[in-house]
């Protein structure tokens, strides 16, 4: 049995600022109140204790308001990426047949009951009973992940997955009396979602900032005495790129998920002291299961690290352990891992067997157990029986100082297989000379055989790559 | 599921320093290749997962290495407290019924299979399957706890309540990269065995110290750089007493149990700028459970604090919550509590309701909600840093033929604390052949200091006990 976390919150600490967003400051007994009368708001909207109610907003303190009244009111939330499709978001609200939908507005060609948030803020309220306490094994949200291959699925994450998760950042992060996380990551991701949790469970503040460019960040990290930060590669290399001096003293972890960085990015992380950590997890852990910790920054570079405490991973292949160093499926537990997917019982069977659950990631660890992660088994392509990391590619691509961003898939070949090709954004490089960067750098079979130019990459709300767009465009340009 | 603690400590952080005893340095790598030696040799004696073993030693690298071995080997840690008299040894062992007693050294006049230390370690040993991972659920150690009325209760701590307790103090205190902890109390006591939790579940260096003499702590907290201590009111008082000038900054915490400590002590440590936290806690919480924050250390001088998240603490009366400012029952939740006493449906059905623990102590919360312990357990008091039950000096007391009636009250003393007095009816008793009784009985601690002879007890219409009368007369006799 947990406490109902912002109530016992705003009663513990109420006077601490929680929330800084465009300027204005919240305290945490603050937001207890204005949660308390959106609660009371929903409530009156008829909604019962485990209905599940879909959330269509973009980072906002409503959002946030929003998102804890849910937990007052003992409702599921679904929450829904802003950047989906009509078809997508229609095929995920008849998935899940959530109650209704709150959004930010209405979504004009979605017909399915709808909210928008200034209708519910208009509405009257009475007091209600709120959830006291929550349990562990109830289920908060449920996200759907993008699957790269056929439909997305729900991921159920409980109040317990997220509890641990936030428990386990810390425990390997550590907590210091001035943190201040800088949340630049969509409340509808569990990478930004998480730091929701860890806002009222460690009684800790957060600002939220929505504009991104990676000056403006570096400024809030410089006059908020921001400590944390969970960013994206591509966002962070644009901070570190415009970086002009140190972060500093007390910004004292930037967090990068999204996949292995390339060793160029790490490089230039050490050189201007980035306290960079880079982290590997999913939806399906509630955000990181495992980082490299302070000690091994430097040493293990490229390296994703190890099992947070008390997280543990292992590598399969074939239905058993592999040994060191050798390739296999990224295999995790923890109290964070989720117990399956909402409606979904063969995948969930698929995917946990006796407690551990099998990512789809391919990986291996090293002589002393620190992972190294090659790619998303999916993304994964074999050409002349040999394996192929798109992502490893990319990241030699992405090495170049003239090449901004890369792409690459597998594409069908009569002879190979498959064999890769990339797509490049870059001002003034041309073929011929990325031809030969390459050749010193990669294996023959690993050369794209096609090159193409693009002003801009696919990348979802995330900025996770969209390989599937990737293949549509080459179904068209082939 | 949780793994293996110390094991995967080894894994993730091997290099670095879990234990420094007298000037030797032990690493989590190195501690583990002992316990693993230690759970082969303790297995030699044909310990069953689930099976309870007892533990009889002082602090040292050896009781710590057999207190993980037992983990390792899943038996169910019985541990002694080494003051305890032949007759609670033997009535705890009777109690339990552990397999066997592992010691420093042989309890002569303790007939129960036992195993000195050195013996177990001169045992052949073979490998062994140890327990990879530990449930949440399984009891881990047992602690007897002296009751008001009657015999000791074994409080049955799990995996979960140990592993809940070391968070809810690193949420609540922070976990900072140098922490290092001073340990200076007994590991029989939940108060020093959870820090060979946190140990383990942080990756934190400890450092055990015997000598407590308080210039030589105060010496060791600037030579080691530690960080945090935990200590009780009489030692406390005589190292801030000592204290020349201040801590060094890097010691933020001086953790403060055992009742609430005097006004004059804690304005002394503000003038001192000693970090101060005054907490409230018991065996059956795993240690600390409400502890005072550090925004709130001055203002609130003289309370125990909030709750620690994710714990929560009502004040009840008759069966209901109280207001504000009222005095009652200190009632207590989280996941840190005990499910229960060892063979103790009765005790435990009556002290533990809707998953709520009825601790007996009084005490109230102010307008804002901030515990003010006023007794523990009413009649209990601490004498130098142990739990005294005035009832369990009169149950022996009563057991002599010739004693007709017996009542014992705590006094104040300025060394202790506190020290037990004991007023007698007896017709033909000398003081001299009662205290010769006593020495049998009960450990030195709790031998009164003054034995009264009077004709009759102070007693109500049901014959209870006034023990506000006892404190009476001895204000007139001292």
Redesign the interface.
């Known amino acids: 049995?947990?406490?109902n976390?912002l109530k016992?919150?705003a009663?513990?600490?109420?006077n601490?600022t929680a929330i800084e967003i465009s300027n204005q400051k919240i305290t945490f007994q603050q937001l207890h109140e204005q949660v308390m009368e959106m609660a009371e708001k929903i409530s009156s909207l008829e909604v019962k204790m485990g209905d599940i109610v879909a959330v269509h907003m973009k980072n906002s303190l409503e959002m946030i308001v929003v998102i804890h009244a849910l937990k007052y009111v003992g409702a599921v939330t679904l929450l829904m990426n802003v950047r989906l499709s009509e078809e997508e978001i229609t095929w995920q609200l008849h998935d899940a047949k959530p109650i209704f939908l709150i959004s930010d507005y209405i979504l004009e060609r979605i017909s399915y009951k709808q909210y928008p948030i200034a209708e519910v803020k208009n509405r009257e309220h009475d007091s209600i009973t709120i959830q006291e306490n929550f349990h562990e094994d109830d289920v908060d949200t449920i996200l759907y992940t993008s699957g790269t291959t056929g439909h997305p699925k729900g991921v159920m994450l409980t109040y317990g997955n997220h509890?641990h998760s936030a428990?386990a950042s810390?425990?390997n992060l550590?907590?210091?009396?001035d943190d201040c996380w800088l949340a630049c990551l969509p409340f509808f991701h569990v990478s930004g979602l998480s730091l929701l949790m860890k806002n009222v469970?460690?009684?800790m503040k957060i600002v939220v900032q929505n504009n991104h460019q990676p000056d403006v960040l570096n400024q809030v990290i410089q006059d908020k005495q921001i400590t944390i930060t969970s960013v994206v590669f591509k966002v962070a290399k644009e901070m570190v790129k415009e970086l002009a001096g140190v972060y500093p003293a007390n910004f004292r972890c930037m967090l990068l998920g999204g996949g292995p960085a390339p060793m160029t990015f790490l490089n230039e992380c050490v050189e201007k002291r980035v306290p960079v950590y880079q982290t590997y997890g999913m939806t399906e852990t509630a955000s990181q299961i495992v980082t490299l910790?302070?000690?091994y920054a430097i040493e293990k570079i490229g390296s994703s690290g190890?099992?947070l405490?008390?997280c543990?991973v292992k590598i399969m292949k074939e239905g058993k352990e592999v040994g060191r160093n050798e390739e296999g499926e990224i295999v995790v537990?923890?109290?964070n891992v989720m117990n399956g997917y909402y409606n979904r019982e063969e995948a969930t069977k698929e995917n946990i067997i006796d407690?551990w659950f099998y990512t789809g990631d391919m990986g291996y660890m090293d002589d002393?157990?620190f992972l190294y992660v090659l790619d998303r088994r999916k993304d994964m392509f074999i050409s002349g029986g040999e394996n192929i990391y798109p992502a490893q590619i990319e990241n030699v691509l992405l090495s170049h100082p003239h090449i901004e961003d890369a792409g690459v898939i597998g594409v069908g070949h009569e002879i190979w297989g498959k064999v890769p090709v990339a797509f490049i954004v870059s001002n003034n490089m041309k073929e011929e000379a990325i031809y030969t960067f390459l050749q010193e750098k990669l294996a023959n079979y690993k050369i794209p055989r096609n090159i193409f130019f693009v002003e801009k990459l696919p990348r979802n709300a995330s900025k996770k790559l969209l390989r599937r767009v990737l293949q549509e465009w080459w179904e068209e340009l082939k």
């Open positions: 049995m947990l406490p976390w016992q919150r009663f513990l600490t109420p601490r509890y428990v810390a425990l550590g907590l210091y009396q469970i460690y009684g910790s302070p000690e190890k099992a405490f008390p543990q537990t923890g109290p407690g002393e157990g």
